[in-house]
């Protein structure tokens, strides 16, 4: 029992009330504006009660708690707050996996002789939170990644739940199914249907069966249902880049010519970014010139995406600004990423589009290989 998940409670909207006192024992919503189409990031406990939720539409969260007060996202604000608290986490082991700005696993194995037990260790991660930066967080403690992040939410606010392993499967079986990593609603609806609600009834049935209806999905629920997770906690790779460049056979003017190559990298770079999960929130573009002098020359986005369209008009941006052609290498690189699940504040009608259609392609991809589609303007290139 050594693994430590620790979430932050109602991480933006509990930042905005420790700065603002006004807005303490407040329903607070952080997020966009309802007349800008703005969404819920965060919402604190008192506008919970209420029914309101990230994600939500804000005007849908007005209806539902009339006194709702819209505080503004501030996430510069919000980074420097979550790096204070990782900087916390990294003082006990170096063994710390972010999921989010304010959640992380801890392994915690190797820390005993130094800090204590992990539920010392947990209790005084939780209390340094508290004293130092003003914030609560709940703490579970178990035996790997499952079950500690069911127990961080069992209770909230201010939870500390601690599922020894002797423990695991009592604490999981009144479970409903849908508390179990990687059952969606899909997959719940389908259990409901053969009458199982709970992990306890999901743990009955034989593998088998499991496998037949869900494939290798299978296996893993088969797993989870027993309380058994064998994923290590991986500590974040530092990525703070990702580009794509091509150089010439020979020197190429022609501008035309030029975008179409940002076109296919800016997709290469793209397909990256959403693998890893990752978003990027700077892209630059590169050139080197036939007498190989190199210009990079960067543009910052008003939000971090993952989608092929934005960094390649943006990069197209750059190329006009700044390029004089001919070029010997060009390249794309995607700078400032970040590895959180961005809850985009206004919705920009284009862009929801675009990640849907994007994330169907991927669909495709995944399934029939990389070539199976290219967007329209390549297609035109290559059979003109
Ligand atoms: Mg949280």
């Known amino acids: 029992m050594h693994i430590i998940h620790i979430d932050m409670d109602a991480f933006f909207a509990s930042v905005e009330q420790r700065d603002n006192p006004e807005l303490r024992g407040k329903p607070v919503a952080v997020g966009g ?9 965060a919402a604190s406990y008192e506008a919970r009660k209420f029914g309101v939720r990230s994600a939500m539409p804000m005007a849908t969260a007005i209806k539902l708690c009339p006194g709702l007060i819209v505080a503004p996202a501030n996430h510069k604000k919000y980074r420097e707050v979550s790096s204070s608290v990782m900087d916390i986490f990294h003082y006990y082991t170096p063994l710390v996996e972010p999921l989010s700005l304010d959640e992380a696993f801890l392994d915690v194995a190797g820390s005993e002789r130094l800090f ?71 997959t719940a609806e389908s259990l ?40 290590p906690v991986e500590p974040q790779r530092e990525v703070k880049s990702m580009g794509k460049e091509v150089t010439f056979a020979g020197d190429v003017a022609n501008l035309e010519e030029l975008r179409q190559t940002l076109r296919e990298l800016a997709e290469k ?61 060009i390249g794309i690189t995607c700078g400032k990423l970040t590895g959180e699940r961005y809850i985009a504040l206004f919705r920009d009608e284009k862009l929801v589009n675009e990640e849907k259609i994007t994330l169907a392609l991927d669909k495709l991809r995944d399934r029939y290989g990389e070539d199976v589609v290219k967007v329209a303007s390549l297609l035109k290139k290559r059979y003109k």
């Open 33 to 41: 504006k309802p007349e800008h189409r703005g969404v819920v990031a």
């Open 192 to 231: 409901k249907r053969m009458g199982i609600k709970t992990i306890g009834q999901l743990r009955a049935l034989p593998l088998k069966l499991l496998e037949e209806k869900f494939g290798k999905h299978g296996k893993l629920m088969c797993d989870f249902a027993r309380g058994e997770d064998p994923r």
């Open 269 to 329: 770079v793209a397909r990256r970014l959403r693998r890893e999960n990752l978003k990027s929130g700077s892209v630059t573009l590169k050139i080197k010139y036939p007498d190989l002098r190199l210009i990079t020359r960067t543009e910052n986005l008003p939000e971090p995406t993952n989608l092929a369209g934005v960094i390649y008009r943006t990069a197209s941006r750059l190329l006009d600004k700044h390029c004089k052609p001919p070029v010997r290498l």
């Open 116 to 186: 204590g037990s992990p539920v010392e260790i947990g209790a005084e991660i939780q209390r340094r939170i508290k004293n130092e930066l003003q914030l609560s967080a709940s703490v579970g403690i178990g035996p790997n990644k499952f079950i500690a992040k069911l127990a961080s939410g069992y209770k909230k606010p201010g939870g500390f739940t601690v599922i020894p392993q002797e423990k695991v499967l009592d604490f999981l079986s009144p479970l409903p199914v849908e508390k179990m990593w990687g059952i969606g609603d899909k």
